[in-house]
């Protein structure tokens, strides 16, 4: 272990971890604005939900190594390379919880929000999204944790796109186990840290109800 | 259309096919890597998983450790296993060794909570039959409890199987062997076919692993064979459900 590179580094230790975080912040937010829109398909016109289930879940089984590598020849070294299967990766975890969320609204509610004459859409915001909020949490987190993982990997697409994962490949490079742990160590604390924080925000967002993982 | 022109002729370029660096060496390497971290992830969660569902202790340990076992990502478990590793042998530690307890420690949180909740999910009735019947604990553990919970805890070696067989492939980078070094070969000298070839072969293992645990299941008799198999991947759930 060599301290003193660390501390020599600190500087671009933080810029890391702020690419790191950004790179799976949009990620996530793109996968859960896709995944909800998918999701209320499900929900209304069920049938749909076994295919959108099976297609995320094929996607889901692609080895991450192989996604960001077969999509490299068709979108080159960009952003959208780093980003797509970070995306595609939320989805079945999204799509999952978001449908049990509503799932788990019970059916006298719904009744009663129709029968005091609530539009379609006022229930939804009002009614169906804040009772299924423990279940979305849930998964956000889950999506969250799962992708700045998944980030590190992306580290194989060049400087750019590294975040945390660029010490890792550039200290395998070196033969240098110092900066491979100085890029390791925070990516496993930003994931927990971030984890921390929605279960404090799950925790606000729904005080009447304890956050419980679905099915 | 090139890309699928180029794999096919990766693929069917003989020099391909055989040496060190051959898809039949590195798809053997590639099982043989991941059948020794399953053994060993199946060695320490199983018994420990069994235990926990047995004796009910340590549920919320189970739990909690299953929860930061998904949050650390694999990659960084390999960077963060090499200063410790190199210290056991200065090659092997480097290469090999650390994806190894990266996929273990990958593997472990499936098969301990399908383990785990296995046994939970096992009728109480029958399990104070069997114990008013005489036998002793280790008894009802292993003609009673692990046998009716089985289709629950092969669940949980399946998605660990699955899981190490798809997630190996990072240790190319580090430079083990197995399917992910073409993907990382692939990837540095910008030759699609092999990029390509790569990633059909690893998914398709990923997919022969998958079947090969299901018939596994379906041979055990169980009510995996119907469908859905009842994995149970978050551990705050209540305990699973079996049908007799």
Not at chain 1, 189 to 198: K, N, P, T
Not at chain 2, 224 to 243: C, D, F, I, K, N
Request: no cysteine; net charge positive.
């Amino acid at each position: 272990m060599d301290l003193a590179w660390i501390v020599n580094h600190l500087d671009e230790l933080g810029l890391r971890t702020l690419q790191h975080f950004g790179l799976a912040a949009l990620g996530v937010a793109a996968g859960f604005v896709i995944a909800f829109g998918l999701s209320l398909v499900a929900v209304r016109i069920r049938p749909t939900y076994g295919p959108i289930v099976a297609v995320s879940g094929i996607l889901y089984t692609i080895p991450s190594l192989a996604m960001f590598a077969a999509l490299v020849p068709i979108t080159g070294l960009s952003l959208l390379t780093a980003e797509v299967p970070l995306v595609l990766y939320t989805l079945l975890i999204f799509v999952r919880n978001i449908v049990a969320g509503f799932d788990s609204v019970p059916p006298d509610v719904l009744e009663a929000a129709d029968a005091m004459g609530y539009p379609g859409g006022t229930r939804l915001a009002r009614i169906e999204i804040p009772l299924a909020l423990p279940l979305i949490v849930a998964g956000l987190r889950l999506a969250s944790v799962s992708t700045i993982g998944l980030v590190t990997i992306s580290g194989i697409l060049g400087d750019r796109f590294g975040g945390l994962g660029f010490f890792i490949f550039e200290g395998y490079r070196h033969v240098f186990p110092t900066e491979i742990f100085a890029g390791a160590v925070p990516s496993v604390i930003l994931a927990l840290v971030v984890d921390r924080v929605l279960v404090g925000l799950g925790g606000r967002l729904a005080p009447w109800r304890r956050e419980r993982a679905p099915r | 259309m090139s890309l699928i022109d180029a794999t096919v002729a990766w693929f069917g370029d003989p020099a391909h096919w055989s040496g060190a660096a051959g898809i039949p060496n590195r798809l053997v390497e590639h099982l043989g890597l991941s059948a020794v971290a399953l053994a060993i992830a199946i060695i320490i969660a199983l018994p420990a998983g069994l235990a926990i569902g047995h004796t009910r202790r340590g549920a919320a340990f189970a739990a909690n450790l299953a929860n930061i076992g998904r949050a650390i990502p694999s990659l960084a478990v390999i960077g963060i296993a090499i200063p410790f590793t190199v210290l056991i042998d200065p090659q092997l530690g480097f290469k090999i060794y650390p994806t190894i307890v990266a996929m273990v420690i990958l593997a472990i949180p499936p098969i301990l909570v399908n383990a785990e909740a296995g046994i939970v999910g096992v009728d109480r009735d029958l399990v104070e039959s069997a114990r008013a019947m005489g036998m002793r604990e280790r008894q009802v553990l292993r003609r009673i409890e692990i046998p009716i919970a089985l289709p629950v805890i092969l669940a949980g070696i399946r998605s660990g199987a699955s899981q190490i067989v798809a997630t190996m492939t990072l240790g190319a980078i580090f430079g083990s062997g197995g399917l992910g070094r073409f993907l990382v070969e692939g990837i540095a000298q910008r030759d699609i076919g092999m990029t390509a070839g790569g990633v059909v072969l690893v998914a398709g293992l990923a997919l022969v692993v998958e079947a090969a645990f299901a018939l596994l299941q379906r041979a055990t008799g169980t009510p995996a064979a119907q469908g859905r198999p009842p994995t149970v991947t978050r551990p705050s759930l209540g305990p699973a459900r079996l049908t007799p």
